[in-house]
């Protein structure tokens, strides 16, 4: 059973930056693709960036593209999501979660992945 434990998530003033990350137990995490999503108050749950098993694909909304940036270091078992440029519209609880595939390019619905962490809260704000 693999297990996602996310953390790096805190208050950051706007035009800040966090590094988001995401310890994988259980199995070994190059067998799968990862995603991260977010949930902000009263919205519903948005993919914020996905990347490959091996990390030579990545994918973006136009609301995080050239913000987000979306890597891993398998070999640690860990995924990143590094965001810049924080706005007060991305306070959200954070999530990565796991599909088993390796598959480019990465396009699954989130309920087609198969683990997700328990989520790690980031709130930008003055």
């Known amino acids: 059973q693999l297990q996602l434990v996310e953390s790096g998530g805190g208050l950051v003033q706007p035009g800040g930056s966090l590094r988001l990350s995401c310890v994988a137990s259980?199995?070994?995490?190059?067998?799968?693709?990862m995603g991260w999503f977010r949930q902000g108050p009263g919205k519903a749950r948005e993919e914020v960036a996905v990347?490959?098993?091996?990390?030579?694909?990545?994918k973006y909304p136009d609301s995080v593209k050239g913000r987000f940036t979306a890597s891993r270091d398998n070999d640690k078992n860990t995924a990143y999501l590094s965001m810049n440029s924080l706005k007060p519209e991305d306070t959200a609880v954070y999530y990565c979660?796991?599909?088993?595939?390796?598959?480019?390019?990465?396009?699954?619905?989130?309920?087609?992945?198969?683990?997700w962490g328990q989520g790690t809260q980031v709130t930008v704000s003055s």
């Open positions: 979660a796991a599909i088993r595939t390796r598959v480019d390019p990465v396009d699954f619905h989130e309920t087609e992945y198969d683990y």
């Open positions: 259980g199995l070994a995490l190059d067998a799968y693709a």
């Open positions: 990347i490959s098993y091996n990390g030579g694909y990545t």
